[in-house]
């Protein structure tokens, strides 16, 4: 069994500043594990599968993927289909972080396996508040497991 009390964060968003947001917020929530960040689905999923050209997946490690649905390459639909049809990552738990409230894209999400839909707010403050959630969240996982 996988310690979640180690637990790293891959965060997949290839927009730079909401990258950034979300990882000061994480930090500023308590958050101090380690953070991965990925710019693009294809970069996720190489890391992921073992195939990234400098750092690769650590199988005994235990992740978490923050991931964003509107990205180059290979969007976060796409990847969350692959992580979870794959027997050695579908159990990595995926949150979709993304812009896109659209009812339609959260059931298909959900039907492909998310484990949690977070909308990102406009509002900065708003966002804050989220990523300071995410946080307590991500605690409560380090503590249960």
Not at 26 to 54: D, M
Not at 89 to 113: A, F, N, Q
Not at 126 to 132: G, I, Q, T, W
Request: overall charge negative; aromatic content about 8%.
């Amino acid at each position: 069994m996988k310690n979640y009390k180690d637990l790293i964060i891959l965060i997949a968003e290839d927009d730079d500043g909401h990258a950034e947001l979300i990882r000061t917020g994480l930090k500023e929530s308590g958050v101090c594990n380690p953070i991965i960040r990925f710019k693009n689905g294809v970069e996720a999923w190489n890391f992921l599968n073992g195939t990234a050209e400098k750092e690769n997946r650590d199988a005994t490690k235990a992740y978490l993927l923050l991931l964003d649905i509107n990205m180059p390459l290979m969007d976060g639909v796409e990847l969350l289909q692959k992580i979870k049809s794959n027997a050695d990552l579908k159990e990595i738990p995926v949150i979709m972080l993304t812009t896109t409230d659209d009812p339609r894209e959260i059931e298909t999400c959900y039907k492909y396996g998310c484990n949690m839909y977070v909308t990102k707010p406009v509002q900065f403050d708003k966002f804050a508040e989220v990523l300071s959630r995410m946080g307590l969240f991500i605690q409560i996982v380090k503590v249960i497991n």
